[in-house]
Nanobody, 126 residues
Framework: QLQLVESGGGLVHSGGSLRLSCASS???????IGWFRQAPGKEREGISY????????MYADSVKGRFSISRDNARKMVYLQMHRLEPEDKAVYYC????????????????????WGQGTQVTVST
């Protein structure tokens, strides 16, 4: 059974960078993957998506131009490179997989994903 594990979160100053990783414990991670985040008191927000082959990438307006998603299927890894972090980016970040579809047109909707990691905390100080 597929399990996802996020890592790379931490505390960073405003304007700094972090790279989050999403690792698979299963035989493959060749699925569409979404990155979500949830801040205290707020709904879970879809921020980025990458298709199974890595050719199709999507970003929420809130992170476009600052975050970059990539994947290495041979290593069963998906990455979220985050630059110019702001205090508003503080949240728990999750990766999620859709194991039933080749692509996810409604990629920012959490219910499209069946498998979730436990999350990694990102904190941005001023």
């Amino acid at each position: 059974q597929l399990q996802l594990v996020e890592s790379g979160g931490g505390l960073v100053h405003s304007g700094g960078s972090l790279r989050l990783s999403c690792a698979s414990s299963g035989a493959t991670l060749n699925y569409p993957i979404g990155w979500f985040r949830q801040a205290p008191g707020k709904e879970r927000e879809g921020i980025s998506y990458i298709g199974a082959t890595g050719l199709w990438k999507m970003y929420a307006d809130s992170v476009k131009g600052r975050f970059s998603i990539s994947r290495d299927n041979a290593r069963k890894m998906v990455y979220l490179q985050m630059h110019r972090l702001e205090p508003e980016d503080k949240a728990v970040y999750y990766c999620a997989a859709n194991v039933n579809q080749v692509s996810v047109p409604d990629w920012a909707r959490a219910r499209e994903y069946s498998t979730w990691g436990q999350g990694t905390q990102v904190t941005v100080s001023t």
